[in-house]
């Protein structure tokens, strides 16, 4: 095996995921705007990631799917100057995303040494999350076809128990499908979503599983009901190597005051 420091460098990623943003730039959720914190986390990813690959966005990027909405999201995130990729979450519509932005919202993308899939878990008018029979086959294809190439899946609904009951019920229905396919392929190396709006990292059977805070409110982690925390919002940072180790991280906008408004419209 060749020697770590004699290989590519890294391919850097970032993960941003449930902005919730709305047409009207004041919108919020429990008076906290949205469009405020996301503006505070992308500044806080500019400060800390001189150098993005790829920017990966894990759904519920509107709370309105409104165009306006995901109009905003993209020229936001536009200032990164790198490549990103759209997947839908529960407050999304796929049809608009994929107007405001066909480039973004590939399934499959290969860079490095590494294939990125994006798998699209919303259901129309649900907020748990299931993969489709063409979903799975999108997965399938991926992973049959990638190669040499490691693999990191991402998709919007929590596939496994995080601790917070409340949120267990609105998780991906047919997460048991997607773990049996991804550990029959040892060169998936990592599974993300969003969702959750809160950290996690945990390995099972050699896989690593990682959530994301949001860049807006936070969820109380290990609450039994909907409970949301006063943490500032944030991101992940990831480092895929060309050797199939991967670094990961979280950070958040520490200059970001959270006050809400619970008397507000909420989640």
């Known amino acids: 095996m060749p020697h770590p420091d004699s290989l590519p460098a890294p391919i850097h990623v970032v993960q941003l995921t449930d ?8 919108g919020s959720l429990l008076g906290l705007r949205t469009r405020d914190s996301l ?43 790198a490549p990103s990729r759209w997947l839908p979450g529960n407050h999304d519509e796929a049809r608009v995303m994929a107007e405001v932005a066909p480039e973004q919202t590939q399934a499959v993308t290969d860079i490095g040494a590494w294939r ?8 129309v008018g649900a907020t748990h999350g299931l993969l489709a029979d063409q979903q799975l086959a999108t997965l399938d294809a991926a992973l049959a ?3 040499e190439r490691h693999c990191l899946v991402c998709c919007h609904h929590q596939p496994v128990d995080i601790g917070c009951a409340w949120i267990a019920p609105i998780g991906l229905r047919n997460a048991d499908v997607l773990l049996q396919r991804l550990l029959r392929y040892p060169q998936v190396k990592a599974l993300l979503w969003g969702h959750v709006h809160q950290e996690w990292d945990e390995v099972r059977d050699g896989l690593r599983l990682l959530a994301t805070p949001s860049t807006c409110i ?3 982690a290990r609450s039994e009901e909907f409970k949301v925390s006063e943490e500032q919002p944030g991101y992940r940072w990831l480092r895929l190597h060309a050797d199939g180790r991967l670094e990961t991280g979280v950070e958040r906008a520490l200059d970001f005051e959270v006050k809400l408004d619970f008397d507000s419209p909420g989640y």
């Not at 902005?19 to 004041?26: E, I, Q, R, V, W």
């Not at 400060?47 to 309105?64: A, F, K, M, V, Y």
């Not at 990125?116 to 259901?123: E, P, R």
């Open 39 to 81: 503006r505070h986390v992308i500044a806080q990813v500019r400060r800390e990631q001189p150098r993005i690959d790829l920017l990966l966005c894990t759904g519920d990027l509107s709370q309105d799917a409104s165009v306006a909405s995901y109009q905003a999201f993209r020229a936001l995130t536009a200032e990164f100057g």
């Open 218 to 220: 936070q969820f109380a």
């Open 145 to 147: 076809g990638a190669g």
């Open 19 to 26: 902005a919730h943003l709305f047409a009207d730039p004041a």
């Open 116 to 123: 990125i899939v994006m798998l699209d878990s919303a259901v």
